[in-house]
């Protein structure tokens, strides 16, 4: 599973980054940039979308991991419409991530995402909060390669949280 998937997401950032509709990066990081950690992506190749800043302390952002395997979805998920990006896209909601926005400067800032669906993602995690709503189980017994994704998916934040606060 994990040569198969990796090999398929890594195709599909590629082309994900020349979607007509996904924006070139202004010379200013600013919300609706994505960004890329390769020491992250050992077998579940992903995005991170700069959400926003923290609302008290502006030098930490909130960064929420995207990418194109729509058919495996938690319940803080969000599949974007197919136009918005110009494709599949699913924001992990349960795995955002708060970090230093200095940490920005450690990745690779690919492409941004349109106001539309920057927007969506944002009332989507707004909602997800007001509900409390918690995260499945990632175990699914009758699936193993849908628990591998989800542990990949866990080990990839979990990796970026390490490198952020080193």
Same mark, same amino acid.
């Given at each position: 599973?994990?040569?198969?998937?990796?090999a398929?997401?890594?195709?599909?950032?590629r082309?994900?980054?020349?979607?007509?509709?996904?924006?070139t990066?202004?010379?200013?990081?600013?919300?609706g940039?994505?960004f890329?950690?390769?020491?992250?992506?050992p077998d579940?190749?992903?995005f991170?979308?700069?959400? !926003?800043?923290?609302p &008290?302390t502006?030098?930490? @952002?909130?960064?929420? =991991?995207?990418?194109d395997?729509? $058919?495996?979805?938690n319940?803080?998920?969000l599949?974007?419409p197919?136009?918005?990006?110009?494709?599949?896209?699913?924001?992990?909601?349960s795995?955002?991530l708060w970090?230093? !926005?200095?940490?920005? &400067?450690?990745?690779?800032? @690919?492409?941004?995402? =349109?106001?539309p669906?920057?927007k $969506?993602?944002?009332?989507h995690?707004a909602n997800?909060?007001?509900g409390r709503?918690e995260r499945?189980?990632?175990h699914?017994?009758?699936?193993d390669?849908?628990?591998?994704?989800?542990?990949s998916? &866990?080990?990839n934040?979990?990796?970026l949280?390490?490198?952020?606060?080193?």
């Open positions: 599973m994990k040569t198969t998937l990796k398929r997401l890594e195709k599909t950032i082309e994900h980054l020349t979607r007509e509709k996904l924006l990066p202004t010379p200013e990081t600013v919300c940039d994505l890329v950690w390769s020491e992250t992506m579940v190749p992903q991170w979308l700069l959400l !926003r800043e923290h &008290d502006p030098q930490t @952002v909130c960064l929420i =991991p995207l990418d395997v729509t $058919l495996w979805q319940i803080g998920d599949e974007l197919y136009d918005l990006a110009n494709g599949s896209w699913v924001a992990r909601g795995d955002c970090v230093s !926005r200095s940490f920005l &400067d450690t990745g690779k800032r @690919v492409k941004r995402l =349109p106001e669906a920057l $969506l993602i944002r009332n995690m997800l909060v007001r709503l499945l189980p990632i699914d017994e009758q699936n390669e849908r628990t591998e994704f989800f542990q998916l &866990d080990a934040r979990n990796q949280e390490k490198l952020a606060q080193s």
